[in-house]
């Protein structure tokens, strides 16, 4: 498929690419190398390769995480096996998503409510995974830029609202690393 990814990347298309789901993390690499990926979709198989993990971030390339997805299909055995906390620890954009929630009967908010609950995440950890659907996306700049904000300011409401600790928000680049949240 390198022929007709390159061919889609000439005509100005972005590369959304599955690599590393119940494969291993050369899988990836070859994504990367051959298919110019901009974005991973599952990616579950990064985790396990530091060098990999380095060049994803370095490059900024986001991993679109599907756990309930995963522990569905069996490529982990249970969400608390996820490497959740190796991804956030190693820096690299992220998203969660819900692959296919018709087929799966996944919701985002489920997906960011078993996360925190398995991981215990505290709450800046859980609004950077928010904010981090926005960042990982393909939408233009300008627009990312001014719904980051709103989305920003909504959680703010949010935090104000509940009670909720009012530290800073980071991103899914900044996040706590592993043993923290």
């Given amino acids: 498929f390198a022929d007709v990814f390159q061919a ?6 972005r590369s959304d690419v599955h690599a590393g789901e119940g494969t291993p993390a050369s899988s990836i690499w070859d994504a990367l190398e051959h298919l110019q990926a901009d974005r991973l979709i599952h990616a579950v198989s990064a985790a396990a390769d530091p060098a990999l993990l380095q060049h994803l971030r370095s490059r900024a390339i986001p991993l679109a995480l599907n756990p309930g997805s995963n522990v569905r299909t069996g ?6 096996s996820y490497p959740l906390r190796r991804l956030l620890g190693a820096g690299v954009p992220l998203s969660v998503n819900t ?17 925190a ?11 950077a995974l928010i904010l981090g659907g926005l960042e990982c ?16 300011l909504e959680l703010e409401a949010v935090r104000r609202r509940e009670g909720l600790d009012a530290r800073m928000l980071g991103s899914p680049r900044h996040v706590e690393g592993p043993g923290s949240g």
């Fill in 8 to 13: 889609a990347k000439g005509a100005g298309l």
């Fill in 75 to 80: 490529v982990v055995p249970e969400l608390a």
């Fill in 99 to 115: 692959d296919d929630p018709a087929l799966l009967g996944t919701t985002l908010a489920g997906e960011l409510e078993d996360l």
């Fill in 117 to 127: 609950h398995t991981f215990d995440l505290g709450q800046p950890v859980v609004e």
């Fill in 137 to 152: 996306s393909f939408l233009a700049g300008r627009r990312r830029n001014r719904l980051l904000q709103e989305w920003g």
